[in-house]
């Protein structure tokens, strides 16, 4: 299971990569921009599936219902 400070450091990493698209733009840059704002989408987009990998995880820990269990499975299945 991943870290909070693995899902936070990524998350720190995709908002450096959007500022420096938002800077590179502001200056006419707009392929480095473009290339920045790919980059922070895929970062965060990691973030996000480690988060939710980790939430899962927690809640299927709880002995929820099985009804429950299953959609929390399905979930996880559907992220990858």
């Known amino acids: 299971m991943s870290s909070a400070s693995e899902i936070n450091a990524l998350h720190n990493q995709a908002m450096d990569a959007a500022d420096r698209a938002f800077h590179a733009g502001m200056?006419?840059?707009?392929?480095t921009a473009e290339t920045l704002f790919q980059e922070a989408f895929r970062v965060e987009r990691q973030a996000i599936m480690l988060l939710t990998e980790?939430?899962?995880?927690?809640?299927?820990?709880?002995?929820?219902?099985?009804?429950l269990s299953n959609k929390l499975r399905n979930l996880l299945e559907e992220a990858d």
């Open 27 to 31: 200056h006419g840059d707009y392929t």
């Open 54 to 67: 980790r939430l899962v995880a927690i809640s299927l820990a709880g002995n929820p219902p099985a009804p």
